[in-house]
């Protein structure tokens, strides 16, 4: 079911897509059960999804607080995001910076850099990309975060 099924196909997805069409409710909802799967699924052999899951879920799950105006719990999850111990996806294409962003233009630079330096620990490809970003944001500007937009 982790591996594929429908934690593949469906929480992920319609979590982030519940968040677009403002179904907030929907969306906690499914990055709860996503992050509930992760837990259950990952000693199993498929456990290569689990990074995934908990970057996601913890994602979706900051986008939610903020959009309830809990700036402390987004925070909160943008650091778990982190803590992620990556995955091939991760690892190759690095993480989601939208939550990052949202919270940088709320002015939590202090959080999006220790989120960043965690990345740093799973995203092999980055390509120089995080300390790019860093520096803009320690010179007080948002960066393009590009296809990072796009997880």
């Known amino acids: 079911m982790f591996g594929g099924g429908r934690y593949h196909f469906y929480l992920p997805y319609g979590s982030k897509i519940a968040l677009r069409l403002d179904a907030i409710d929907k969306a906690e909802s499914y990055a709860h059960e996503m992050l509930i799967t992760a837990e259950t699924e990952k000693d199993k052999s498929c456990n290569w999804n689990y ?39 991760l690892d190759t294409f690095g993480p989601s910076m939208v939550l990052a962003k949202e919270l940088l233009e709320k002015g939590e630079s202090e959080t999006v850099l220790k989120y960043l330096d965690l990345c740093k620990v799973f995203w092999e490809m980055d390509y120089g990309a995080l300390d790019k970003w860093k520096t803009d944001i320690n010179i007080g500007r948002v960066p393009d975060f590009g296809a990072s937009l796009y997880h």
């Not at 939610?64 to 996806?89: E, F, M, N, Y």
């Open 51 to 89: 990074g995934n899951a908990i970057h996601d879920s913890h994602n979706i799950l900051g986008r939610v607080a903020l959009r309830h105006g809990d700036i402390d719990a987004a925070k909160k999850h943008l650091i778990k995001a982190g803590r992620t111990k990556g995955s091939p996806q």
